[in-house]
């Protein structure tokens, strides 16, 4: 080995020599800046933590191992429920290793990606965590400096975590200004771009760019250009669509102040009625993450208010003052149409084009198995897919389940039936796709037999069939959840094809490989022969490259989708 393969070697079991702690290197996250990020197991306890791995040689200047000796003390000092857990740090003669509270949803940049404009009732669930956490910050004398989605993670209950303190700075004084230009464009506050000085009132410019990305689904100042975005930033130049209720207007545009005196401080903004007037669920569904919530849950309220209990399940309750009924922009969803999923298929047919232009497959010899696994992007993974399926189309119709363990059939008759993971609440789709929910208790007659068959379906795919890709598990699944279902497949001679209405394309192979596309995530999730689950961006892929047998997947799929698309009816 090499004094420089060396350098960048992450040992398989990883010791710290100040606790006589061990970690044993798991699965790859993902890396920015100079950073790695893997999942550590504690040798001894089995407790799963995040790792941020930072290779020595990459702090040679004075200055970048002070700002990393700063984020390390920075975030060593917090102890907050909406802020990443600090566990220790340590290094050896390669690395820096800084053991971290592990937040398995990822990011709420790719909840964004997924479901751009959420409802003001959940952005109301996340933003009152975020100003929490970042309320708590402030009373530390702490400036993040870099608030944004991407900063912000999710852990297995959807409970908020704020994290990556690299750009973050503690005030020594009352008044201080800083002077350090820092933060990302669409999220960076306009004395930072003029270098005036700034303090705490730069986090409160970034929360009203997040809470109206999250309203509306784009950055409020996004353009093709930087040069465009900045000059926006500066002149506070954006528009504020219709739909948004008159709170959250308020509180984007007071958050979003040129001058920053004029800015309300997190305390106050905690105040505000677009938090304390509207519906504050204590919970979300998983489902969320890629569907959203369902409405006719929520419309509920109209009629009697509802309570949660610790099981997650809502009851009607007496009606009172702290019982606020949502409004109808806080219940508004937007169901997925035939015209946007078929958008979705033209949008990751285009990308699929691109990739194939760059000829992935055709990697050099030197590229190692390593290599591979390093350009994957773990953080697109689909979080949902077709783990089996059954065709009985030739009498009753397409029957799958999900990775989540709910249960779907597309009948012959264009109807859809979907039983959730907890095998109690049913999900009926109309050919008109008008939706309708029951339990496995309570349907009207005219759903017996499509119940039945959904159970024969079920008890042939677990006593026949083998899941694929691994198992996702699911916690509070409730009355809020909708999950994704079948818009449409087909099978060929050497695959079949299936097209969900969130917009990913799943290709199953007779020899075992699958691909799971995500116009979304602008991703492909590929499963070898091996079954190893290797999730890259496609980006990536036109960058570094690809397995062999992937490329010949996509090329594959490129040439289904265009039959897709044009309606044809597909063949070899």
């Known amino acids: 080995m090499s004094k420089e393969e060396a350098e960048t070697l992450i040992p398989t079991v990883i010791h710290d020599d100040n606790t006589g702690k061990s970690y044993i290197k798991g699965r790859f996250f993902g890396k920015g800046g100079f950073a790695k990020c893997y999942e550590l197991k504690d040798v001894k306890t089995q407790k799963i933590y995040a790792g941020k791995i930072v290779p020595r040689t990459s702090l040679v200047k004075t200055s970048q191992r002070e700002k990393m000796s700063q984020e390390i003390e920075i975030h060593r000092s917090l102890d907050h429920p909406n802020v990443v857990g600090f566990y220790g740090y340590f290094n050896d003669t390669y690395n820096i290793y800084i053991i971290l509270e592990l937040c398995r949803k990822r990011s709420m940049m790719e909840l964004h990606k997924r479901r751009k404009a959420l409802t003001e009732w959940e952005t109301r669930y996340f933003m009152k965590q975020i100003l929490d956490g970042v ?24 409970i908020v975590k704020i994290g990556d303190f690299g750009l973050a700075t503690q005030v020594s004084h009352d008044g201080e200004r800083k002077k350090t230009l820092c933060g990302t464009p669409n999220y960076i506050a306009p004395e930072i771009l003029m270098k005036v000085g700034h303090s705490f009132e730069v986090d409160v410019w970034s929360i009203g760019c997040i809470l109206y990305t999250l309203l509306v689904g784009r950055p409020p100042f996004e353009t093709s250009s930087l040069r465009e975005t900045y000059a926006r ?37 905690l105040k505000y009625p677009f938090l304390t007037s509207g519906y504050l669920p204590k919970s979300l569904p998983l489902s969320c993450l890629t569907t959203a919530p369902r409405m006719d849950t929520l419309q509920n309220f109209n009629r009697k208010p509802l309570i949660e209990l610790q099981t997650g399940k809502l009851i009607p309750a007496p009606t009172s003052p702290a019982s606020k009924a949502p409004k109808e922009s806080e219940i508004m969803v937007y169901h997925t149409s035939e015209k946007d999923v078929k958008k979705m298929l033209i949008t990751l047919y285009e990308q699929i084009t691109q990739v194939l232009k760059s000829r992935p497959g055709r990697i050099k010899s030197t590229t190692s198995e390593d290599d591979f696994v390093e350009n994957t992007d773990p953080s697109a993974q689909p979080l949902v897919w077709i783990s089996k399926w059954v065709d009985y189309s030739d009498k009753y119709g397409f029957g799958y389940q999900l990775c989540d363990d709910s249960v779907g059939v597309m009948f012959n008759d264009g109807t859809r039936l979907i039983m959730f993971a907890n095998k109690h609440n049913v999900h009926y789709i109309s050919r008109d796709l008008t939706e309708t929910y029951y339990t496995v208790n309570d349907y009207p007659s005219t759903l017996e037999k499509k119940m039945k068959l959904m159970n024969f379906f079920l008890q042939y795919m677990n006593e026949h069939l083998m899941k694929a890709g691994g198992s996702v598990a699911v916690k509070n699944t409730d009355s809020m959840s909708r999950i994704p279902y079948v818009h449409q497949w087909f099978r060929t001679q050497t695959a079949v094809v299936m097209q969900l209405n969130n917009g990913s394309v799943q290709i199953n192979f007779l020899d075992h490989t699958k691909i799971i596309m995500c116009p979304l995530m602008a991703a492909v999730t590929y499963i070898d022969v091996e079954r190893n689950f290797l999730t890259y961006k496609f980006e990536s892929i036109q960058q570094n490259g690809c397995p062999f047998g992937l490329e010949k997947n996509l090329e594959y799929a490129h040439e289904k ?11 070899e």
Do not use: C, W
């Open 135 to 158: 309320n708590y910050l402030h009373n530390k004398k702490i400036i993040h400096r870099d608030l944004k989605l991407g900063n912000l993670f999710l852990n297995d209950d959807l």
């Open 233 to 269: 930033i500066k002149t506070v130049n954006y528009k504020t669509p219709t739909q948004l209720s008159s709170d959250a207007v308020v509180m984007i545009t007071e958050s979003l102040q040129a001058l920053p005196s004029k800015r309300p401080s997190v305390a106050k903004l």
């Open 561 to 571: 989708m265009k039959l897709m698309i044009q309606d044809s009816e597909p063949d």
